[in-house]
């Protein structure tokens, strides 16, 4: 039997619980591909799911459990996203051929990406998969696809094209750098909320204000704005309101979003503007994803922690 190396996981809990085992190297369905991973993220989502819990919400963790397992995790292997290299291709496949760069993300198969090889559908129902930009490093296309599509998908579902002036609080991790990123390629004016170690770098994304909420209370902002985009996941109704414009819109990572291939095809165009670009806090080589669990555990990543597998 061939088999292939993979971090498994079969209780909820700290991040030891990820252990690194040899599992069968999975084959493709004729719809699917294999692909060869080089890149994979640790993404805030996996923390949750790792955990089997979400901090302070019984309805989430309910959901949680109810999606990934009631007692224990009922698909092994973890990883949201990656990027990597087409190995082998089912007869039905089409668009794909080996020796393709893809990325894109796990969500709703069951396996992930935290393993040498993965099969991933032509036509998934949920994930999505997109030919890899051939300005982005492997590294930089894994952190891609849950971070941009979720700030992409909930500045549209705002109205980020009427939007001249947009807030976003939590602005230094994943979803909030992109979030910063995607507003000003839309043209607004932005505004970023973060820890002060942090400032200086949502600056140099485009962010107009920078305000370090271990400093000030941002929520006694004076202006108001078309958008508030909380990317945190903690800002109460009464704050909304108070931020936003009579008109504006509240955006939050707490809402449901949608995985689309053409979320990924308008980021590619910010891409190659030059308007938009991963932020990488870290990386680390495949045999250190606990470590990197521990990390991203802390809760203050700068945008986006990588796992190298090749
Ligand atoms: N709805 C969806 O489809 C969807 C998709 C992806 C992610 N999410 C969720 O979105 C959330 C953010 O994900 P992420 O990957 O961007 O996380 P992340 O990279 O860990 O970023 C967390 C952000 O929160 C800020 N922060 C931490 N503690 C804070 C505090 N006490 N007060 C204010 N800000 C604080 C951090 O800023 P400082 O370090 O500067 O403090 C950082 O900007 C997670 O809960 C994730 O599960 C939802």
Not at 116 to 128: A, S
Not at 133 to 148: C, K, M
Not at 224 to 239: C, S
Request: hydrophobic share 40%; charged share 20%; with cysteine.
């Amino acid at each position: 039997m061939n088999t292939m190396k993979a971090f498994i996981y079969t209780e909820y809990g700290a991040p030891d619980v990820l252990r690194l085992a040899d599992v069968p190297k999975p084959v493709p369905k004729p719809n699917e591909i294999l692909v060869k991973v080089h890149a994979s993220s640790v993404s805030a989502g996996s923390l949750w799911i790792r955990k089997g819990i979400y901090p302070g919400s019984a309805f989430y963790t309910l959901f949680i459990r109810l999606l990934f397992g009631i007692t224990k995790p009922r698909n092994p292997i973890l990883g949201n996203e990656f990027s990597g290299i087409v190995e082998d291709a089912g007869n039905d496949v089409q668009s794909w051929k080996k020796g393709d760069a893809v990325y894109g993300t796990t969500t709703g198969l069951k396996q992930g990406a935290y393993a040498d090889y993965v099969c991933i559908p032509e036509m998934g129902k949920q994930n999505v998969i997109a030919p890899k930009p051939q300005n982005l490093t492997f590294e930089e296309a894994a952190t891609l696809p849950i971070g941009g599509m979720t700030a992409l998908d909930l500045l549209l579902k705002a109205n980020i094209q009427q939007a001249p002036k947009v807030l976003v609080y939590g602005a230094s991790g994943s979803v909030g750098t992109f979030a910063v990123q995607i507003a000003r390629a839309f043209g607004a004016n932005v505004t970023g909320v973060c820890s002060g170690k942090n400032v200086d770098l949502v600056g140099s994304l485009g962010a107009e204000n920078v305000l370090d909420y271990t400093k000030q209370d941002f929520t006694e902002c004076t202006e108001k704005f078309d958008i508030v985009f909380d990317a945190v996941g903690k800002l109460e109704t009464a704050i909304r309101k108070r931020l936003l414009r009579q008109e504006g819109k509240f955006a939050s990572i707490m809402s449901p979003t949608s995985e689309k291939r053409e979320h990924l095809e308008t980021l590619h165009g910010m891409i190659a503007d030059g308007k938009l670009k991963p932020v990488i806090d870290k990386v680390y080589p495949f045999g250190q994803l606990v470590e990197a669990h521990r990390y991203v555990d802390l809760g203050h990543k700068k945008g986006n922690v990588v796992i190298k597998h090749l």
